[in-house]
């Protein structure tokens, strides 16, 4: 009985992954992760943007302390800045709070997380495993969408924005 049982839960769970897949959502404690999505790279790039939105629905802050992906040697957290007229990243030290009932978006031309020493070519249409590591919700593992090179946003309705781009920026 108990084999039955936990045969048709995985048949359930196999059957509504299609579902989960689609919305491409994540949640880990109370945060929840929306559209995670990167750019195709060009053969032999360094390092690539990761974008996407955490929403902290619950009642504590917590922080995006780290990250890290099988395609990058490392994987650190960005900002972007003005700096005389041209825009430069820096390392976020001390990670990215989310404070209770607020939103972090990561989006080209802000914050975001950088996939650096790039292992592999990232490729339109794949998705590219990323791991998320928060101070107090822990680890969650998400698969970025991969969108064009030089992808405003992710291709979804309704998310388009207007950001300038983040691939021609040099890492070394
Ligand atoms: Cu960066």
Same mark, same amino acid.
């Given at each position: 009985?108990?084999?039955? #049982?936990?045969?048709?839960?995985?048949? &359930?769970?196999?059957?509504?992954?299609?579902?989960?897949?689609?919305?491409?959502?994540?949640?880990?404690?109370?945060?929840?992760?929306?559209?995670?999505?990167?750019?195709?790279?060009?053969?032999?790039?360094?390092?690539?943007?990761?974008?996407?939105?955490?929403?902290?629905?619950?009642?504590?802050?917590?922080?995006?302390?780290?990250?890290?992906?099988?395609?990058?040697?490392?994987?650190?957290?960005?900002?972007?800045? #003005?700096?005389?007229?041209? #825009?430069?990243?820096?390392?976020?030290?001390?990670?990215?709070?989310?404070?209770?009932?607020?939103?972090?978006?990561?989006?080209?031309?802000?914050?975001?997380?950088?996939?650096?020493?790039?292992?592999?070519?990232?490729?339109?249409?794949?998705?590219?495993? &990323?791991?998320?590591?928060?101070?107090?919700?822990?680890?969650?593992?998400?698969?970025?969408?991969?969108?064009?090179?030089?992808?405003?946003?992710?291709?979804?309705?309704?998310?388009?924005?207007?950001?300038?781009?983040?691939?021609?920026?040099?890492?070394?």
């Amino acid at each position: 009985m108990r084999t039955f #049982m936990a045969a048709t839960a995985a048949a &359930l769970t196999l059957a509504l992954a299609p579902l989960s897949a689609h919305a491409h959502d994540y949640k880990v404690g109370a945060l929840e992760i929306e559209h995670p999505w990167t750019r195709a790279t060009p053969p032999g790039a360094a390092a690539g943007g990761a974008f996407l939105i955490i929403v902290n629905e619950g009642t504590e802050a917590d922080t995006l302390i780290g990250a890290a992906s099988p395609v990058a040697g490392r994987v650190e957290l960005h900002t972007m800045t #003005m700096d005389d007229g041209v #825009m430069k990243m820096r390392q976020i030290k001390g990670g990215i709070e989310i404070s209770p009932g607020d939103t972090a978006t990561l989006a080209p031309g802000g914050n975001h997380v950088m996939l650096m020493d790039l292992k592999e070519q990232i490729v339109t249409g794949k998705t590219v495993p &990323l791991t998320l590591t928060f101070e107090k919700a822990g680890s969650v593992d998400i698969d970025l969408a991969v969108s064009p090179p030089g992808a405003p946003g992710p291709k979804m309705n309704g998310h388009g924005n207007g950001s300038h781009g983040h691939e021609t920026h040099d890492h070394n």
